[in-house]
């Protein structure tokens, strides 16, 4: 069967992305799973793998961007003969890691076959690999990098849970029955060649899980929807029968082999039976570092016990009882919804919803600033777990007080305030303040997005209600404004504050919503408020469903919606003007002869608006664009086919405008890119030229960051001589390393200049280049 085969770059370490490169910003917390070659160790999470150097210390994170071919990983195993580390995935793909090297085996992903794909175990004997699969048994060659066979144990390809063997024989686990088979029978792909083991009863109730034999004595392990309901079994002759020692109270995550003892890795610690089977001959439950330990495996290499844990990542414990927490900087949690950045924090929201319902997701949000994630939920944050908070939809950092943030949600407790250390400042619900629970009668109420002004006043938007836009001042004062009718009982959406201080929002189905407040928020009498919707005109809105709005540099208002964009241009005259003089305009292009609206009727989820004015669109499905400053051009399009980004379907974007890197959340996770652009500095308070100097191998581009907006820049050599000039985008500016001739720059020093005249404007750097 053919296989296709990808070599990749060696492995990087973990460190801060180069100018053009991707970040797959991997959820530091949960190990899936644990094993070792040699002095590498490799511990699996849910969108990466993370490869430990016992001998340097050093940690290296491998993701699809670097070293990996895809993202959803489900398990990990390891083929001792070979050296060979397995990556299983969620779509049933399979990696196979050597000696700084990846191939992949696509064969599982790509295949025709029916059920459920998911790689759910991988098991080793005799130099092949056995991969249980949620539709049966794939055994592959690890030195040929090729599938050999395709076993079906169940008449109905039944999900394999686990796989072992004994002597001749292998042993396949469903989650209701196992099944033996001859391993040397050349028909496994029958499921008539295989014999259902009636020692282990038909299991109605609850589910099978895990299989180990040890020292020809046979373990199984029961998972129960209760929680610590769990059990572990042996298998007798006469059929299965519960360890003595626990038989209740376990939560149980898997079962390993530890140097031929039983092992449970479990929400509680990890504990190694005795010889007897009547009690633990180790235990291990509880960090220094305070909390309890949830292994979801572990594996001896040596005299160290690596653990895999649901909660802190990777641990080593020593064999004195010592303790290394082989930790790395990564997000909280796998789930991400909306962001918001401002003068160096991103804070991330990490709820949801299932179309337009809650999901009582109590991820809570994170931040991410100076290299660190933090995490605020409600496990670390009291006020919040006897509040009931759930589903963070939404968060605005506060401008005025930039370690503090807003966060609304689809709960009991829709608004809160906390500070960076984790103080609740404020917390809002219909008890007290105008928030109004949703009109569909489930208790809840519904902050769909919120936004500090430059004031500091909070704006948000409350859903299923008639008074859908509110403010929550900085003097602590309350005001709710009456948009009209058609707002009123709506799904809501996006908000947006432009330059002359007006509040645009959407309501689905009701088009986009501005409101002028004439800068006296306390005064209605002056208010202004204009309903856009999709008409009968030439040039209009083109869905009444807007999901996107973001305000450009000339306070240009552009509008996302699920069939394409739109833009108004004149934003400043909407409440003044006559209805044709603000209406939105489509963008048109001329493709092969044929005019058509830019982007056509792709669905857009979220627009930004970079340093260089250019405007990044998030779609659902065609990946992120990157449109000039005008919209007229189409300057990328990044997709999973031709870039690093791991999924077309793009939730949310957002922007580090110091950096320039565009943070975006997708349905398999978070992804940046480094950009070329980013805000100005006026003042060139802190210009930064990277890398400097440049070493010989250097390939990329020299980065110039912390300018003025747009500016001419110029490089020249150390006599004046101009080199190479170009034009930033927004605060940023970058170069080859050549000449405007194309040719390779000489060794030596190089000054950058932002002025008109070569050598005679403001000088903001050097650089060295290195080019022996």
Known sequence: MALALFLIQPFQSIGQSAMGEWTLHVPAREALGVVAHNKKVYAAFLSGVLLYDEETKEKSLLTSVNALSDVAVSTIGYEPISGTVIVGYENGNLDLLTDNRTDNIPFIKLSSLQGLKTILRIVCRNGKVYAATGFGIVVIDPVKREVKETYYPTETNDAIQDIAFLGDTIFALTNNKMCWAKINNPALADYNQWTVDNRVPNNAVSTYKDIEIINNDFFLSTHDDAYSTDTIYTIQASGIVPLVYPTTGLELNSLSNTNNHLTINTDGGVFIYNDNLDGYSFGYNVYPFGSYVNATSSYMHGTDLYIADRVSGLTKLGNDFSLVSLSFDGPPKNSFYAMDWYKGKLAVA???????????????????????????????????????????????????????????????????????????????????????????????????????????????????????????????????????????????????????????????????????????????????????????????????????????????????????????????????????????????????????????????????????????????????????????????????????????????????????????????????????????????????????????????????????????????????????????????????????????????????????????????????????
């Open 350 to 772: 990490g709820g949801g919803l299932n179309g337009k319902k809650y999901t009582f997701n109590n991820s809570g949000c994170y931040t991410l600033e100076d290299g660190k994630w933090d995490l605020y939920a409600r496990e670390v944050i009291k006020t919040w777990d006897t509040a009931n908070l759930y589903d963070c939809l939404a968060l605005s950092i506060n401008p005025t007080n930039p370690d503090e943030f807003a966060i609304g949600t689809y709960s009991d407790v829709p608004l809160s305030t906390i500070t960076k250390d984790k103080v609740v400042t404020n917390l809002f619900d219909n008890s007290n303040s105008p928030i109004a629970l949703t009109s569909l009668g489930n208790g809840h109420a519904f902050i769909s997005d919120v936004k500090y002004d430059e004031e500091g006043n909070l704006w948000m938007v409350n859903g299923y209600c008639d008074k859908v836009l509110k403010v929550f001042t900085a003097n602590k004062d309350w005001y709710s404004f009456d948009l009209g009718s058609s707002s009123y009982n709506g799904y809501t959406g996006k908000m947006a504050i432009d330059y002359n201080k007006n509040v645009w929002l959407s309501v689905d189905g009701k088009g986009l919503f501005g409101f002028d407040h004439a800068g006296t928020i306390d005064n209605p009498s002056d208010d202004r408020i204009r309903q856009i919707v999709k008409s009968d005109l030439s040039e209009n809105l083109p869905s009444n469903s807007v999901r996107a709005i973001a305000v450009d540099f000339d306070n240009e208002i552009w509008i996302g919606t699920d069939e394409g964009f739109a833009i108004i241009y004149n934003s400043e005259s909407v409440f003044s003007s006559s209805t044709p003089q603000y209406v939105p305009q489509r963008i048109k292009v001329d493709f092969e002869g044929n005019v058509e609206y830019l982007l056509g009727s792709t669905a857009i989820n979220d627009i930004e608006v970079d340093g260089g004015n250019r405007k990044w669109m998030a779609t659902d499905g065609a990946g992120v664009f990157l449109l000039s400053p005008d919209g007229l051009t189409v300057l990328a399009n990044y997709t999973v086919e031709n870039s690093d980004l791991i999924s077309n379907s793009v939730m949310d974007l957002e922007i580090n405008h110091t950096t320039g890197e565009v943070y975006m959340v997708t349905d398999k996770g978070l992804i940046s890119l480094r950009t070329d652009a980013s805000y100005e500095d006026a003042e060139y308070s802190d210009v930064r030229v990277f890398p400097n100097p440049v070493q010989p191998d250097f390939s990329g581009v020299i980065t110039i960051q912390g300018i003025r907006y747009n500016s001419d820049v110029k490089i020249t050599d150390m006599g004046g001589n101009l080199v190479y000039k170009t034009t930033s985008n927004g605060g940023t500016a970058i170069w080859n390393g050549k000449t405007l001739n194309g040719e390779k720059v000489a060794s030596g020093v190089y000054l950058i200049w932002t002025a008109a005249n070569d050598g005679k404007g403001r000088k903001v750097g050097k650089v060295a280049i290195i080019n022996e």
